[in-house]
């Protein structure tokens, strides 16, 4: 009887050892590590002054395709934009916007994106960040940008 209250025992201390020494992955994972790594638009949402929301990103993906192939790289408190020389920015200052690699600052799920001198405020929340600024086409309207983490 005791050898089998000693086994039964033993094996419920081990999975008790087990269960407290696995690492929580949500412990491990810091703001910093929640922006780094590689990331591509998802949407880009013009906002009006009344609040009227218009899909931009399908316009933008019908007159310049190569936006689908930019993807942003955080890593170290700089964001590069890999494929961005595929998109031609003549004329077009969404696309010289989007395009150009800059700096960034993080804290808690939020963040600031420095472009050419311009602070564009940013929210994390899981494999989503949403980049919002002033819309550099009219400079009355809100831009609203969505990237998906790859």
């Not at 922006?35 to 931009?56: M, R, V």
């Not at 001198?117 to 949403?130: H, K, P, Q």
């Amino acid at each position: 009887m005791k050898t089998k209250f000693f086994k039964v025992f033993s094996l419920l201390l081990f999975t008790a050892l087990i269960v407290s020494c696995s690492k929580d992955k949500d412990e491990d994972t810091t703001p910093e590590d929640a922006l780094e790594g590689s990331w591509k638009i998802s949407g880009i949402t013009i906002i009006a002054s009344d609040d009227t929301e218009t899909d931009y990103y399908t316009t933008l993906k019908a007159e310049s395709p190569c936006v689908t192939d930019l993807t942003y790289v955080f890593a170290s408190g700089k964001y590069t934009v890999e494929n961005a020389t595929s998109c031609s920015t003549e004329n077009n200052d969404v696309l010289a916007i989007l395009t150009a690699p800059g700096t960034y600052s993080i804290d808690g799920n939020s963040f600031t994106m420095t472009i050419s001198g311009f602070n564009v405020d940013g929210e994390i929340s899981g494999s989503s960040a949403t980049i919002s600024s002033i819309n550099p086409l009219d400079l009355t309207s809100k831009l609203r940008i969505t990237l998906t983490k790859q």
